[in-house]
Nanobody, 116 residues
């Protein structure tokens, strides 16, 4: 099993920045990719950014150039630096880990609210 705990959400004005952190514990060696998803009220959960163990990244078009995902394998941490936040970024953000058996693990989520 893998446990994920997010932190760093909050309320910020449009144009501001936040940094989300996710701490992974448990059977860490099974983890391949890690990422961040978000779900806004009334919408489906969507991929925001993902990073493979080797460091390759993938971003949703809506966040390219504004968000940066990074990973510290030694500390079992993944981060999401969010700059130039927009009200449309308001959502619950979830940390995700995908193991080599393609099993998904999820954190409990952290709320990000961007005021206009």
């Amino acid at each position: 099993q893998v446990q994920l705990v997010e932190s760093g959400g909050g309320l910020v004005q449009a144009g501001g920045s936040l940094r989300l952190s996710c701490a992974a514990s448990g059977i860490i060696f099974r983890i391949n990719a890690m990422g961040w998803y978000r779900q806004a009220p009334g919408k489906q959960r969507e991929l925001v950014a993902a990073i493979a163990r080797g460091g390759s990244t993938n971003y949703a078009d809506s966040v390219k150039g504004r968000f940066t995902i990074s990973r510290d394998n030694a500390k079992n941490m993944v981060y999401l630096q969010m700059n130039s936040l927009e009200p449309e970024d308001t959502a619950v953000y979830y940390c995700n880990a995908l193991d080599y058996s393609r099993h998904d693990y999820w954190g409990q989520g952290t709320q990000v609210t961007v005021s206009s």
